[in-house]
């Protein structure tokens, strides 16, 4: 078995979580993937313990292998985070990480149709605890699936888009990823067809979005993993790769940190606002256990550099945010 997935972000994430500053203490990587962020975080902190999430039981296998020795410090948790986090009610971790999305796995060998290269079921889930994009599909109005294009895809054809998937799916012409490829492929103008992207890159995305509910997900688990973190200069670090992500983490950071500003407004921009159903509301104020603060590192996310962005090109989206907890006795 090899490692397929590249971690982004290695050299900032290690800078930004201090992790020299808490040996012995509780790390949790809410998106283990194969694991290599929490090598990362056990390697610089030889005495901390990891408790390492994962929607999906194929990477916990993956990275229980990667790991080998150093699993001796992991507690594997196959669990959605949002779950995860509702329900923990262990010791309170000194380091957070979120590096949101699939991994280079889902993409290039799980075979569960997460790519639009190849010829696999219309599936794409982290976990069958939730529908496939074939079951998805099979119950979306047109309206509803263009607003998902739209929204989570920021796909600018959505609305022809939707009509042709639907027509294929009446027609019974949906049944693998070539055939949701080949349709997106033949509804949208040439000269977008001939584009840098494949364009059936945005739907495929969308679709996983939706599949996965992973706004919705990322939305609830900000502010449970937020009150847990340990009030000691706990640090958490979210890495996010899609605009509405980062707009979920920064606002919902802002509001910890006690500013306010995004009471009432909505994660998408005003020319979304008609497919706003399935945008997700920003974390407007939220609630940390009484003394505890949260202090902004990041005032502007961190970005790959460009020698990062040639060696590993799945990493040119990735942004880093980052928060320190403390109490407010401290800060006066
Ligand atoms: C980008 S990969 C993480 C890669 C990892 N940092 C590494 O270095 O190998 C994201 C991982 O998070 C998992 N994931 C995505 N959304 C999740 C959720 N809501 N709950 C739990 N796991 C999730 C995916 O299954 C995937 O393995």
């Not at 099979?138 to 600018?156: F, K």
């Not at 005003?270 to 603060?293: C, Q, W, Y």
Request: charge should be neutral; charged fraction near 25%; aromatic fraction near 6%.
């Amino acid at each position: 078995m090899e490692r397929t997935h590249v971690p982004v972000l290695p050299t900032e994430v290690v800078e930004f979580l201090k992790l020299e500053q808490v040996n012995g203490g509780l790390f949790v990587d809410c998106t283990l993937g194969e694991g290599g962020h929490s090598a990362l975080l056990l390697e610089h902190s030889p005495d901390s313990r990891l408790i390492g999430v994962d929607a999906d039981a194929t990477m916990i296998e993956r990275a229980r292998s990667f790991l080998g020795p150093l699993s001796s410090r992991v507690e594997f948790v196959q669990a959605w985070y949002d779950e995860f986090w509702n329900s923990y009610s262990g010791p309170r971790p000194h380091r957070i990480l979120f590096d949101l999305g699939i991994s280079t796995f889902h993409l290039s060998a799980s075979g569960r149709g997460f790519a639009f290269r190849g010829d696999e079921p219309l599936d794409m889930r982290l976990s069958d605890s939730v529908r496939s994009a074939a079951e998805l599909l099979e119950n979306l109005s047109q309206e509803d699936l263009a607003d998902i294009l739209y929204v989570y895809g920021e796909e600018r054809y959505s609305r022809r888009i939707a009509a042709a998937i639907l027509r294929a799916r009446d027609e019974h012409a949906l049944r693998t990823t070539r055939d949701l490829a080949e349709t997106v492929a033949s509804a949208v103008p040439a000269a977008y067809r001939r584009g840098r992207n494949n364009p059936a890159t945005r739907t495929f995305q969308a679709i996983r979005i939706a599949v996965n509910s992973e706004l919705e997900r990322l939305r609830a688990a900000l502010p449970s993993a937020l009150a847990a973190l340990s009030a000691d200069g706990g640090r958490m670090g979210v890495i996010t790769f899609h605009s509405l992500e980062d707009r979920l983490v920064k606002w919902a950071f802002r509001a910890a940190s006690g500013d306010d500003s995004a009471v009432g407004r909505s994660a998408v921009t005003a020319k979304h606002s008609n497919a706003s159903k399935f945008a997700p509301k920003l974390i407007d104020t939220m609630v940390l256990p009484a003394g505890e603060r949260i202090r902004i590192l990041t005032r502007k996310p961190v970005l790959p550099s460009d020698e990062e962005v040639s060696a590993n090109p799945a990493s040119r989206s990735a942004k880093l945010r980052v928060v320190e907890k403390g109490t407010v006795e401290e800060s006066r």
